[in-house]
């Protein structure tokens, strides 16, 4: 249904512009997408489409950061209220963003989609670059913590960040499989996938952070069974 178009600032219209451009991403295939279709859904002139951006690539691109930023700021917002020493702060950490992403797993799932279809790694990688570099600040503030503390025993900083963001944004290629797995009715399959992966994880990780005597937890397993039992 498109929106009765009205008056709205250019801040507004970005947002609006913004908002249906995520719902597409959950809900259609995005090479399926048109402008014609976002700026009609977001009760916006074709003009005014063309403002704020160049063309459906660079919607894209404005989106995923919103949404790096947006995973970022959770996380960053729990761990400023939380507790303990560096693991116990790191653990939280992850629990958190976790949930904010699976709160919007669609969206994220869509990215999934747009991110394995054939043609557009180039495009992907650009934006991961960018999303890893947005949330990399908050990322160094918490393994640098640990490593005043005496804690965490690091062999450089900036590696094993990067070595650190690579593996959990991979999680979510793995989520997917399980989840398909689970659709066709292979649900202790689909689990299983998903425990390994998330011990695997949890080993990789305090390995890296040198705290393999009080290891950071990965999320729950049942965090993620509502998920999986979605599709």
């Not at 719902?23 to 005014?48: F, R, Y």
């Not at 989106?63 to 116990?88: C, F, H, I, K, N």
């Not at 690091?154 to 793995?174: G, I």
């Amino acid at each position: 249904m498109t929106a009765k178009r009205s008056r709205m600032s250019a801040k507004d219209r970005k947002t609006v512009i913004l908002d249906v451009a995520t719902g597409l991403i959950a809900t259609h295939p995005w090479e399926d997408v048109t402008v014609a279709q976002i700026h009609e859904a977001a009760g916006i002139s074709k003009g005014g489409f063309y403002h704020h951006f160049t063309s459906k690539e660079d919607v894209l691109a404005a989106v995923l950061m919103r949404l790096a930023d947006a995973s970022t700021a959770a996380g960053q917002a729990v761990y400023e209220r939380s507790e303990g020493g560096p693991v116990a702060r790191f653990t939280t950490f992850l629990a958190a963003t976790a949930r904010w992403e699976l709160a919007h797993a669609d969206q994220i799932m869509g990215v999934i989609r747009i991110a394995l279809r054939e043609g557009n790694e180039p495009i992907l990688l650009k934006l991961e670059q960018e999303a890893q570099r947005r949330a990399t600040p908050l990322m160094r503030t918490l393994v640098r913590a640990g490593v005043e503390q005496g804690v965490f025993d690091v062999v450089d900083v900036e590696m094993t960040v990067d070595l650190l963001q690579r593996a959990w944004r991979l999680r979510w290629v793995v989520l997917a499989e399980a989840r398909q797995r689970c659709a066709a009715g292979d649900l202790p399959g689909g689990r299983a996938l998903l425990e390994q992966r998330l011990q695997l994880e949890e080993r990789m990780t305090s390995r890296l952070l040198g705290c393999t005597k009080t290891p950071v937890r990965m999320p729950d397993p049942e965090e993620f069974a509502g998920f999986l039992c979605s599709a």
